[in-house]
């Protein structure tokens, strides 16, 4: 099976590792060379509950007992989707109500630019340096790092980049702005938070000038920080919602959200302002359906900040110089990308997946499953500290 996932399939890198999956199972991925291995990744954020996790796989199998695919998206009611979408205006703030349903972050981006642009009539889009939203041409257009773009332009134009964290460059938004796109927690740079009220400041910004205030949450959202979605931490609203990722529970999905006001300006002049096939699949939101109610009537996210505690209490060792990230999302930096790698390969081969940042790889990705167990964090940090005293 390798040779040929090296022969027949496109790969990202060079050195994709190619480990060959037998199965997943809670915070574990089997191999098929017979060992177990525990997972601090979960996909990249992606599997909030773990693996297979039985109501995620229940939801899954009753839909596909009815039915599949039917219609394209937004032209019939269907029960997970409208359920999903319901969901999620009752457990978010006002005056986000309403939802729209795709196959990936990164197309959520897209969808949310497109409806910035739409509602506001205005061009300008500003980000922000180090932001990573997406490989499509549009998310990517609003990614900040040149390394990653530069060969694949001309992107989109006026586009416009700003610091994070640096309230001087809020100056910078302007009545030509349509919106302003930022992760809640910036991710592929490390997992950086917000500081001294800059979010307020930015909302502030926008909500004087007209622009629309567009929250990446498609890492931190569903629980991974200790709340449903990142930015009620920092008491804003954003005007139009990202989420991804984790959202699915390990399918593929993205969705954006509006108020309704904004969001119907994509209904019409022109009609079908953006259009999906597969967006809202009702096996897809089956899946979204269950990890949401999961997230939200279990105790997971009152444990998440216990935690993330004793990830920071375990881990200490004079070669991590800090850690960043909130809740389930950690970033801990070993100071030198060659070195971080090393560690992360003999993590590997001591039964522990761990992963490095996309821009700062000097960055060790912790983002494990919300369900792990105390144990199996226990467990995993010491494998590190072992890799660590051995190198």
Known sequence: MQKDFFNFQAQTTQFAAGFEI??????YIYGKNGKKYLDFVAGVSANTLGHSHPKIISAIKNQADKYLHVMVYGEYAQENPVELCRLLAESTPEPLE???LVNSGAEAIDGALKLAKRFTGREEIISFHNAYHGNTHGALSVSGNEY??????????????INFNEEKDLEKITKKTACVILETIQGAAGFLLPEENYL?????KCEEIGALLILDEIQPGFGRTGKLFAFEHYG??????VMGKGMG??????????SREIMESLSHSPKLGHITTFGGNPLIAAASLATLKEVLESNLMNEISEKEQLFRSLLVHPKIKNINGKGLMLAV?????????????????NGLIVFWQLYKNEFL???????????????????????????
Request: hydrophobic content about 40%; overall charge positive.
């Open 98 to 100: 309403v939802t729209y």
């Open 365 to 391: 990705r912790i983002s494990p499953p919300l369900n792990i167990s105390k144990d199996e964090i226990k467990q995993g940090c010491e494998i590190i500290l072992k890799v660590l005293d051995g190198m």
């Open 333 to 349: 930096n070993l100071g030198n990308p060659d070195f971080t790698l090393e560690v992360a390969k003999r993590c590997m081969e």
């Open 249 to 258: 529970g390990g399918v593929p999905v993205g969705a954006f959200m509006s």
């Open 200 to 204: 307020k400041k930015l909302k502030n």
């Open 22 to 27: 037998d199965r997943a199972e809670g915070s």
């Open 148 to 161: 990653h773009k530069r060969e694949f332009r001309p992107l989109l134009p006026l586009v416009e980049f």
């Open 236 to 241: 804003i609203v954003p005007d139009i919602l």
